[in-house]
Each structure stands twice: as C-alpha cells, then as structure tokens.
C-alpha cells in the first residue's frame, strides 16, 4: 500500500497535520496556506536511496526541484543525501544559497541562456544536461574562454509516450525537448562533444512524462538508452558511465489513482538495465533518477478558509475559498482532480455537494468540481490534499493576489519556511510614471 499521507483526526474532530491541529496552523500563519510534512518526504526519499543499495547498483537520487523549490526545501534534501535538478538560474542561485553541494547538481532545460550556463560553469556543477545542438555551441564556447571542463548529459527523446495529459508528456518523438533518438539526431550530438577537450560526456538522459502509473514505458526507453549506448561503446570505444532515466512518478490524487510503490519503478529499470548488460563486455552504468511529485506531492496540504456561498437551483452550489488558481493552477490548466475536507468537521456527516471556487476573476477558477463535504459554512478551513508538487511552484500574482506562506510540519513541530507575501511585496517591483502627459 503506498503510504499517502501523515494525516490523522484529534478528538475535536479536527484534521491534524505532521502531528499538529491543522486549525492551529491555519491560525497561526493564515491562509491560504500550504503544509508539508516532511516525516513523508524523508521517508520516500529513503525508499528511492534503499532500492538502489539492495539492488546493489550505483545510483544518484535527483530531487526534482519545479515541483517545489525553495531554501528549505534544499537543505531537507541535502539533509537526506539526495541530489539536485535544477532547470532555471533561478532554481540554481537558491541551491547555492541553501548550501547544496554543486557537486550533486544537474541543470536542466530546453533554451540555457548564456548567462545560466555561465553561472553554471563558474561554480562547477555535477553535471549539465545538454538539450539541443545551440547548448552545444554555447558549451564550447564557454568552456574554451575559462579553460574549464564540465560533465554533461545529452538528453534524447526515446519515443515512448507515457499515458498522461499531453502537456506533461515529454519523451514521444514530437516534443519540444532533447535528441531525438529516432531520426540520428542524438548520433549527431554524440560526434560533436565526445572528443572535446572541455565537454565531459557521461551519458544519455531521457524523461517520459509525468503522473505515470505504468512501468513500461521506463522499461522500453531503458532498454532504447542502453542498446544507443553499447552501440557506441562497439563503434567508437566510449563509455557511457552514466544512465538518466528521468522521473515522473504517479501519485495518488484521488481514489481513482492506483500508484506504484517507488521501489516498484526503480526495481523494473534496475532489471532491465541489468538484463542488457549482462549480455555484453559493457560495464554498469550509474543510474540517475529525478523523482519529482513522488517525493513532495502527497506530502503537501492546501489550507483554505471558507467564505461566501452560490446556489444555482439543480446547476450546483460554489462554495468559495480564499485561494485558487493563483496558488493552485493545475484544474483549470490540466483539468487535475484532487481531494479535500472541511479540516474542523471530521466528525461531521458528509451530505452536502459542492463545487469549490476560488477567488480570481475567471469563471475557469474551480478547485474541485464536485466534491460532497459536511455542511459549509465562512470561517471553516478546507484542507485540499496532495498539492506539494506544482501549486507554490506555479502560482502568481494574477489579479495581485498576495502568494501564500509554505510550512513545514514534522512530528508534532512546525515551522514557517517561505512566508506570505505582503502587500507592498506586490509592488516593490513598480516603477512610478515619470513621462510627462503630452
């Protein structure tokens, strides 16, 4: 059974979080508010790390930090001997200040800029993953004018759709990221960097998606990355050391989700891996893993406090929250589904149907489009579960809401680890008109 959470209910029949009164929180730092409980994040994190050491195969564990990123958050990382993705220099700069080691860093994205790469480059990261043929050329300029060697990835398409929505699809041959395996493109970059006196190449990366159950498609775009790899192994006497295989990593929403255990995934590709190499002179490589949502995503909580109320006689009935797509945007990009309770009224029976709204100005801002709940009333707080991965991480300030604070709870402690932005954070950034009017 995949373990989805920390939550439990208190004798006031209040939802209670990491071991605390998830209404205390919500009173002590307000709402809206995300919750995380690390108790959960350190134990998948150990999960990953274990199968690995029982399967006795060099691994790095990547956390991959656009789910959530913040200095906090890092220093957990740090903290449980994870490594790093990282894919803006922006996720970068806040790594260096959190203090993560540079050496357990891989930098991400499809259009680095210079200046990233720069940035990169000066504080001699693990390992850059090259996307496309421009990186390259950057690369080797960059590299030449420091005199300095970097290791990188060169990350391909495999051409393996994974069953998810078809924004979070990333390893089919149409896609904005990587060589493609398929057409001679990753062939191609191979020839350019593997002979370069800067540019290090350990080995391939690929990502399929995201929110997967299967473990089929890890196991055919393992089996495509290794069989490339043992072909230059035969034609030009190179090496591939390393092995990425991304992440993408179901979890469980709603009840509807049926996740694998972590282990489950690793162990298909450890097997695979394993399975292909025996039968050549190919030496093991490292395998990488970049769990994302798997590690942060049902570890997360949304508090809201519950304000007005529309009836629209046999259409539905809003119940609206102090929140929404400014802190929350997957249901009205992706259509994602979650679940929620009203977190004081655990006791309750739950006879009411409700559509959840937030408070932005666009019709589409709709938490849940039907979910049945005790009956609501403004003041209750409505905790939304399994919002760790891509809520913080994607919200704004659309309509100059203020984003809100993320707390981190673990065995009955807490504490604030990004606070709300205020007001005058909204502004800070705005510059007074200073043209004169004509």
């Known amino acids: 059974m995949v373990t989805v959470s920390t939550h439990a209910v208190n004798e006031k029949g209040h939802l209670v979080l990491g071991g605390i009164d998830s209404l205390e929180l919500a009173k002590t730092y307000?709402?809206?508010?995300?919750?995380?409980?690390?108790?959960?994040?350190?134990?998948?994190?150990?999960?990953?790390?274990?199968?690995?050491?029982?399967?006795?195969?060099?691994?790095?564990?990547?956390?991959?930090?656009?789910a959530?990123?913040?200095?906090?958050?890092?220093?957990?990382?740090?903290?449980?001997n994870l490594s790093l993705d990282v894919v803006s220099s922006g996720e970068l700069y806040t790594a260096i200040k959190a203090g993560f080691p540079v050496e357990r860093i891989h930098f991400h994205g499809n259009n680095k800029s210079k200046e990233e790469l720069l940035l990169a480059i000066e504080h001699n990261i693990g390992c850059i993953v090259v996307d496309n043929f421009y990186e390259i050329e950057l690369l080797k300029q960059l590299t030449t004018e420091l005199n300095q060697k970097v290791n990188i990835l060169l990350r391909v398409t495999p051409g393996v759709e994974a069953h998810?929505?078809?924004?979070?699809?990333?390893?089919?041959?149409?896609?904005?990221?990587?060589?493609?395996?398929?057409?001679?493109?990753?062939?191609l970059a191979f020839g350019q960097v593997y002979q370069d006196d800067y540019i290090q190449l350990l080995g391939l990366h690929c990502h399929i998606g995201s929110q997967i159950f299967e473990t089929i498609g890890f196991k055919v775009a393992a089996e495509k990355l290794i069989k490339k790899m043992i072909e230059w192994h035969q034609d030009?006497?190179?090496?591939?050391?390393?092995?990425?295989?991304?992440?993408?990593?179901?979890?469980?929403?709603?009840?509807?989700?049926?996740?694998?255990?972590?282990?489950?995934?690793?162990?298909?590709?450890?097997?695979?891996?394993k399975g292909l190499i025996a039968e050549t002179d190919f030496a093991m490589p490292e395998i990488w893993i970049?769990?994302?949502?798997?590690?942060?995503?049902?570890a997360g909580t949304s508090l809201y406090t519950i304000g007005s109320q529309k009836e629209?006689?046999?259409?539905?009935?809003?119940?609206?929250?102090?929140?929404?797509?400014?802190?929350?945007?997957?249901?009205?990009?992706?259509?994602?589904?979650?679940d929620a309770v009203i977190a004081n009224k655990l006791d309750e029976k739950a006879d009411e149907t409700?559509?959840?709204?937030?408070?932005?100005?666009?019709?589409?801002?709709?938490?849940?489009?039907?979910?049945?709940?005790?009956?609501?009333?403004?003041?209750d707080i409505l905790a939304m579960f399994c919002t760790g991965a891509y809520g913080y991480a994607m919200?704004?300030?659309?309509?100059?809401?203020?984003?809100?604070?993320v707390v981190f709870v673990e065995n009955g402690k807490h504490q604030l680890a990004v606070r709300r932005e205020t007001l005058e954070d909204i502004v800070h950034l705005d510059l007074p008109l200073t043209m004169e009017k004509e």
């Open 164 to 187: 998810t929505h078809d924004y979070i699809t990333t390893g089919q041959q149409d896609s904005k990221f990587g060589f493609d395996l398929m057409n001679g493109q990753a062939d």
């Open 312 to 338: 629209v006689p046999d259409v539905r009935n809003y119940l609206a929250v102090d929140g929404g797509m400014s802190d929350n945007i997957r249901p009205a990009l992706y259509g994602a589904l979650y």
């Open 30 to 66: 307000g709402t809206p508010l995300f919750v995380y409980d690390l108790s959960l994040i350190r134990e998948r994190a150990r999960a990953f790390i274990q199968t690995f050491q029982e399967q006795n195969v060099p691994a790095q564990v990547a956390y991959a930090s656009k």
């Open 290 to 298: 970049e769990p994302g949502r798997s590690l942060v995503g049902d």
């Open 236 to 273: 030009y006497d190179f090496e591939c050391t390393v092995l990425n295989l991304g992440g993408g990593f179901g979890i469980r929403y709603t009840k509807e989700d049926a996740p694998l255990e972590p282990s489950v995934y690793v162990k298909e590709m450890i097997m695979v891996v």
């Open 395 to 405: 919200a704004s300030n659309y309509n100059r809401l203020t984003r809100p604070a």
């Open 354 to 379: 409700y559509t959840i709204a937030g408070k932005c100005c666009e019709s589409g801002d709709k938490l849940i489009e039907h979910i049945t709940l005790p009956k609501a009333e403004p003041g």
């Open 68 to 80: 959530f990123s913040s200095v906090a958050m890092y220093q957990v990382m740090k903290q449980e």
